[in-house]
């Protein structure tokens, strides 16, 4: 826009000169015209603003490896009798999980004919290798003349249109193992309200009798009068689940690589859907950056699973204030889990206030010799690399 402003004024300083020279009446009309031809530009961009509409539309994404390729186009609409002109926009992609912008600058020429309506599609693309919940948003959206001297912001109400759309972790091959012998030392008072368990003090469901089931699950006095032999499902202690801590809290202003942020989460969908593999229900919970409380899903399928992570990866990480762990156990006394998975970028010191005879297992991204086993106060450490992640972490133990 710069140079056809400087193309201008010599044009318009090369035509008056003309005219002072030579003092003739049609050198003075084309001087007069040439002068007021940037304001008749002016008035006509000014009535086109309200007859250009934009939409946005996420079309594709394609995996490669680790590369994601996106795929979004622009619908710019317009309709006017005056000769179109450019439209320029300014897009900002921001990754909400690790916290990073990019942004793209387009401009699309928008020629209609005279009263009709036209759609100009502009298709773009970018690629990351990072999962997490992208926004797409048009942040500045401007109307230009087709000789490029003015530009107008069209209101921004007229071009809220953003796009948000999750690219989902990596999935490594994992083999959990749970240590049967571990219970928490507490009498559960939740149980679960959507699976059966075996514990006789609590009832699940009522249901007629199947071929193979316990003789002593059959409910007698419901089968007498009802005349069907029914039997008692018992209900699931929630010392008998598994839960995971997504630490996403940083106690300093430390800053972790976008690469550990992505590589982490990929630990945690890795061992989420190897837990649903052996039909293992579990709960997980991370800081809710939005409301600053610890958001808690019981996860029992995959499609729960995955509505979890993708809520997770709109949270960015927290700088300060208490970790997941100190978090969760405000207003409890002990934690009711027999088994406890914390996956961290780092050690945190106050992860021992989850131990309750129970068994604790802190998840971390290291560098260095691989540490695996007790470490004192009631935890077990597995470390691991960002570069091995998928050796490190293989097989694990809960």
Known sequence: MAKNR????????????????????????????????????????????????????VDEIVAEGKRRTVYFSYQIRYRGKFPGGCVWIVTHMVNNYISETMTDSIKAAVRPLAGREK?????????????????????????????????????????????????????????????????????SE?????????????????????????????????????????VREFGLPVVNQILILFENVILDEKKIPPEKKVVLVDVLNSLGNALLEEQKIFTLCFLNHGIEEISEFEIQDKEQFHEAVSHLLGQPFTHGGETVASRYMQGREVCAYAHVAVL?????????????????????????????????????????????VREDLGQISL
């Open 6 to 57: 400087v193309f201008y004024l010599i044009l318009l300083l090369t035509v008056w000169v003309t005219y002072v020279f030579g003092n003739e009446f049609g050198t003075l009309s084309i001087a007069i015209l040439v002068t007021l031809f940037p304001l008749f530009l002016l008035l006509t961009l000014r009535l086109r603003l309200k007859r250009v509409s934009l939409e946005l539309s």
């Open 190 to 230: 939740r149980y679960s309200a959507n699976l059966a368990g075996n514990d006789p003090g609590e009832t699940f469901a009522i249901r007629e009798y199947i071929a193979g089931d316990s003789l002593r699950t059959i409910h007698w006095k419901l089968s007498q009068k009802t005349d069907k032999l029914l």
């Open 119 to 187: 759609t100009v599609t502009v298709s773009r693309s970018f690629d990351t290798e990072a999962c997490g919940e992208i926004t797409i948003t048009p942040e500045t959206f401007c109307l230009m003349d087709s000789f490029g001297l003015w530009k107008l912001k069209i209101p921004y109400e007229r071009a809220s249109v953003k796009q948000s759309f999750v690219i989902m972790p990596n999935l490594f091959p994992m083999e959990v193992s749970i240590e049967e012998d571990v219970t928490a030392m507490i009498d």
């Open 344 to 388: 961290a970028a780092e050690t945190f010191p106050d992860y021992d206030l989850l131990y309750n005879g129970n068994h604790v297992t802190l998840i971390v991204e290291e560098s260095g010799h691989r540490t695996k086993g007790y470490v004192g106060d009631g935890l077990y450490k597995i470390n691991y690399t960002t570069e091995n």
